[in-house]
């Protein structure tokens, strides 16, 4: 583990290199590994009187501000505390990691309280998005997770890079593979250089990966079936292929579900996706009508999405 004193130092040497200021706050955040967590910390020193003042200020309800400390009275030291490498390090809380690194790299302030603050200011951000449609490569993202999948409330924060990942939970941590626990990234307004179009997530056209969908699903996989929709002769409203499962997206569903003999409820579920796919069990029929007029043929035949007309013989 590094102390405070050298990732200052080692700081002021990757911003002199040139390399881009991404790629130096992305080091900077690897550099911090093993400094501890203390809930609501911004980069202050972890010593036994500030973990004190931290503890008398936010009460019992965070009890490791006392636990985690060897020297809480301050009647021994802090060495062989494995906070302590031979010298202080720094404390954050979740939020409190991701602001002080990019204030130390960019000078640059991400505004927020708390995570759910932080996601809410939009002038923090220069793209936002979910993981579930794809992620940008090549860039420095903060990631978020939301329990409840719908961007109200969020309980925790950290850098990924690559699907690589440090953050601030028990202490500041590395993975070298991005948790399923992440749902949204978020590329902060201070990043520099151009951000990269997220690649959607790659759809299955065999339809078994495919997830049930159903009004207020959002994302690529709404874009899909609403392109399957309108291919196909269903309006899917005003909007077109907008990625929101709105009512008129159920609708169109709904039209298709009967028109395939399908239990028209506007949930799409692996049935429906399988009569996209040309593989429902739905009976296929040819109907043969003598003697009808082409104008009143094509008529009846447009009221049957994929229904094409034969002539034999005469007009």
Known sequence: MNTADYVGKYITE?????????EVAWKTALSCI?????FGDR????????????????GEGHPTIKSKCKNFDGSGSCSGCKYYPGGKTRAFD???FTYWVLLQ???WKLMGAGCTSQWNNKDNWKAKGKISDGIPADTLVCLFY???????TWEHTGFGFNNETVECSSGVQH??????????WAVPACIDGQIPTPEPVPVDPSGETRPTLKRGSKGEYVKELQRLLTGRGYSVGSCGIDGNFGRATEAALKEFQ?????????????KTWAAFDGRSDTNLYTVHIPCMPLPKAQAIANQYPGAYLTAEGGE
């Not at 980069?43 to 936010?58: F, Q, V, W």
């Not at 939301?146 to 109200?152: A, H, I, P, Y």
């Not at 003999?261 to 949930?267: P, Q």
């Open 175 to 184: 993975f070298t593979s991005r948790n399923k626990k992440w749902t949204h």
């Open 43 to 58: 980069g202050e020193y972890c010593t036994p009187a500030h973990r004190r003042a931290a503890y008398a200020s936010k």
């Open 34 to 38: 093993g400094w501890p967590y203390i």
């Open 94 to 96: 979740c939020r409190g």
């Open 146 to 152: 939301s329990k409840d999948n719908k961007e109200k």
């Open 105 to 107: 790299v960019y000078g």
């Open 14 to 22: 990757l911003k002199n290199s040139g390399i881009p200021l991404s």
């Open 258 to 270: 009967r028109d395939c003999g399908l239990t028209a409820d506007g949930i799409c579920g692996p």
